[in-house]
């Protein structure tokens, strides 16, 4: 068991965490996250540098012979809206960047560009549609944001719009926009400044996960590590169930993870089949240390592990993440909890980890 | 304009939904405190504040009503810790999935609104846009804990801090109707020191949302000659037809139709038109949607003027109005009411052949 662990998620952190999530960085524009990290890997690493998609590359060397080169990832960017046409007096037409359901965006203020101008989603009120109107999602195309007449010309097409979501701590429990993945980022700098020694640590805060795992790709061809964690946040749908037959709510049974139960261990996704042997080692720490896990349940959706573990000659990988409701909403919830036990887990794996774990015939 | 601002910005941050009204009510009876002679509560939770007049008594009154209660939701039931809601007052459930809320419990608790995925719903959902009734508010607690702190009709209300879009427009919710409160307030504001011979009641008004339970009471109560309500309306926005509203920022809309006397328009036209303050002439064909429908009938009648503040997106938790629109019909109320005298009432009176 673990006791007085200096993994434990503190108040800076939390702190970190809120100055990540306010920030603006759509997939393909994620300088303002780029920029903290680098203000915090800087003065640690033994070497950084930030590619040509603008990954940020960050080595720590450990101690001993034979240590594994292991690359971590975390991706900066988050989904948003991209402004695409100006229709005068300070309404935009917009298209989304990575997946948000439309449904997500009617009345929500927004945040533009790097100087974060104010804007609105609107819609059309209620008295002014018909009851069969109402019946069907307002489609993309009818949406538009609002930045009134007087800020008309702050903004202009081509800027990134997130949701201008406040962030707030609730005993236990975090809502903030862009958990994903800004709580993996938050998870890979503590991790960066407190390395385990046996390995070399390769950061890679990379960019355009949400949009085809695009810079992972480059990053892990760079980097070439023997193996590779991919840091990120996944759905909890631990919502209560529909039972047809009954129809009520009834139990749950497709929750992909659960909200307190722990890091959330993948075996496989659409993406990767992770490495089993790395699953195996990742369980037996967990068990060993006491730490809370979960499984994610197998299905769809995607890590930067899948761009990873396909690159060279191939990567064993695996992927841990942060289970948070509503991701890709203006609203997202996470527990303290579950970002501690993450934040141990991969310390105490990569601490444990050598070539041996990667027999195999073990 | 800047404190202007923040009054307005702090009356669409206080809680107020209709039939719970109580903590709006005191902000703005805190307010009117030093710009009216007396205060008072009505039964159902209206408040009324009284600007004597200086012409000879039995002096006649008018009554300005801008309804204070705002719409929200309510709990109606919990389920593994998440709560099913109902609308209190007109939401379009389409503009609720993510949506950052307040649940007024034992204690004040952040939440969201969460639209469950697909495979969560029932069947005939799916390819619809998901009712109220499907939706789940998530505190982000765990059941034992909601057991504790909420109950089945506890309040929920909109958590969208108010936006400055520039230095004249304000966005947020519960502007509808917040913005007529604060425009009621700077007309008190201006009569200060002004000599006028009418009594003005000033009301902010409970219940619109749901029954109009307070324009009908507050107006039999305080018996005016002239009732005015203050509300707002469709303004002009992206998505909307250019004749179901009024255009946005270009002034207050003046009421016409079967709630508003004629010649009662006739006579704000003209004070408008005198005073130079940009107006726009509003068609109300029907039920006005006002305060103005139950005042016009309570007890023997009253003749009614409809005046509204053009307003984006209404019901939803971004609204949106020009500032100048609130300061233009803040003065068009007071310097109606500064040229009242003792012969007006003959101005209303019906032709007879």
């Not at chain 2, 710009?35 to 008018?62: F, M, N, Q, V, W």
């Not at chain 2, 998901?130 to 309040?155: A, F, M, N, Q, T």
């Not at chain 2, 108010?162 to 700077?186: M, Q, Y």
Request: glycine content about 10%.
């Amino acid at each position: 068991m673990l006791e007085n662990d200096f993994m434990q998620v503190n108040n800076d952190q939390i702190v970190m965490l809120e100055r990540l999530c306010n920030a603006c960085a759509v997939s393909g524009d994620e300088g303002e996250v780029r920029s903290i990290v680098l203000e915090q890997v800087q003065p640690v690493a033994d070497e950084v540098s930030v590619d040509p998609m603008g990954n940020v590359l960050a080595k720590r060397y450990g101690a001993g012979e034979r240590r594994m080169r292991v690359m971590v990832a975390a991706h900066m960017d988050e989904v948003g809206l991209m402004l695409t046409n100006d229709e005068g007096d300070g309404v935009f037409r917009f298209e989304t960047v990575g997946g948000i359901a439309a449904q997500q965006l009617p009345a929500k203020e927004m945040s533009i560009g790097n100087d974060h101008i104010p804007g609105i989603v609107g819609a059309v009120p209620i008295h002014l549609t018909s009851l069969s109107e109402r019946q069907k999602d307002i489609p993309l195309d009818n949406m538009r944001i609002d930045v009134g007449t007087e800020n008309a010309g702050k903004v202009k097409i081509g800027d990134r719009a997130v949701f201008a979501t406040k962030f707030h701590q609730q005993g236990n429990s975090i809502s903030a926009k862009a958990i994903d993945d800004r709580i993996g980022v938050a998870i890979l700098l503590r991790l960066f400044t407190n390395p385990p020694p046996n390995i070399d640590l390769f950061a890679a805060f990379t960019v355009q996960e949400e949009v085809g795992l695009r810079g992972a790709r480059v990053a892990a061809f760079a980097l070439d590590p023997d193996l590779a964690v991919a840091l990120d946040c996944t759905p909890a749908n631990d919502l209560p169930g529909w039972d047809e037959g009954e129809d009520q709510w009834a139990k749950n049974t497709r929750y992909n993870t659960r909200l307190g139960e722990g890091a959330a261990i993948y075996v496989a996704d659409r993406g990767t089949l992770s490495d089993p042997r790395l699953v195996s080692h990742f369980v037996k720490i967990a068990e060993e240390t006491g730490i809370s896990y979960q499984f994610r349940q197998p299905g769809g959706g995607a890590t930067d592990a899948g761009a990873i573990h396909t690159q060279r000659s191939g990567i064993p990988s695996i992927s841990v993440s942060v289970p948070a409701r509503h991701i890709h909403t203006a609203v997202a919830i996470a527990r303290i909890s579950d970002w501690e036990n993450t934040q141990k887990l991969i310390f105490h794996s990569l601490t444990g980890i050598t070539r041996d774990s990667l027999n195999r015939n073990g | 304009m800047e404190d202007k601002f923040i009054f307005l910005k702090s009356l669409i941050s206080t809680s107020g939904l209709s039939g719970y009204e109580t903590p709006v009510r005191k902000q703005v009876s805190s307010a009117w405190e030093p710009l009216a002679d007396e205060l008072k509560t009505s039964r159902l939770g209206s408040l009324h504040g009284l600007r004597k007049g200086s012409g000879d008594e039995p002096r006649e009154s008018i009554l300005l009503a801008a309804h204070m209660d705002a719409i929200g939701l309510m709990v109606t039931g919990k389920v593994e810790g998440f709560l099913r809601v109902t609308e209190m007052g007109g939401i379009d459930g389409r503009v609720l999935p993510g949506q950052a809320v307040t649940v007024h419990g034992r204690e004040e608790l952040n939440g969201t609104i969460a639209l469950p995925p697909n495979h969560l719903l029932p069947s005939h959902l799916h390819g619809k846009a998901v009712p109220l009734e499907y939706l789940l508010v998530d505190v982000g607690l765990p059941p034992s804990e909601v057991e504790e702190k909420i109950r089945v009709g506890d309040l929920v209300s909109f958590a969208q801090p108010p936006i400055e879009l520039g230095k004249d427009i304000l966005a947020g919710h519960s502007l509808d109707n917040r913005a007529s409160v604060a425009a009621l307030t700077f007309c008190l504001n201006n009569l200060q020191g002004r000599a006028f011979e009418w009594d003005v009641w000033a009301a902010a008004t409970v219940q619109e949302e749901e029954t109009f339970g307070g324009a009908y009471t507050s107006a039999f109560e305080l018996t005016p000659k002239l009732a005015v309500a203050i509300d707002v309306t469709h303004g002009a926005g992206p998505g909307t037809k250019e004749h179901k509203t009024v255009p946005f920022g270009k002034g207050p809309a003046l009421g016409w139709g079967p709630n508003i006397h004629p010649a009662l328009h006739e006579a704000f036209k003209t004070v408008a038109g005198r005073f130079e303050i940009p107006h726009i002439l509003e068609a109300l064909p029907r039920h006005s949607g006002t305060d103005a429908f139950a005042m016009q009938v309570a007890a023997a009648g009253i003749p009614t003027m409809v005046i509204s503040i053009p307003l984006r997106y209404m019901h939803t938790p971004v609204e949106m109005v020009v500032l100048k629109d609130i300061t233009r019909t803040a003065r068009l109320l007071a310097e109606f009411i500064v040229e009242l005298d003792d012969q007006f009432m003959q101005k209303l009176a019906w032709d007879t052949e």
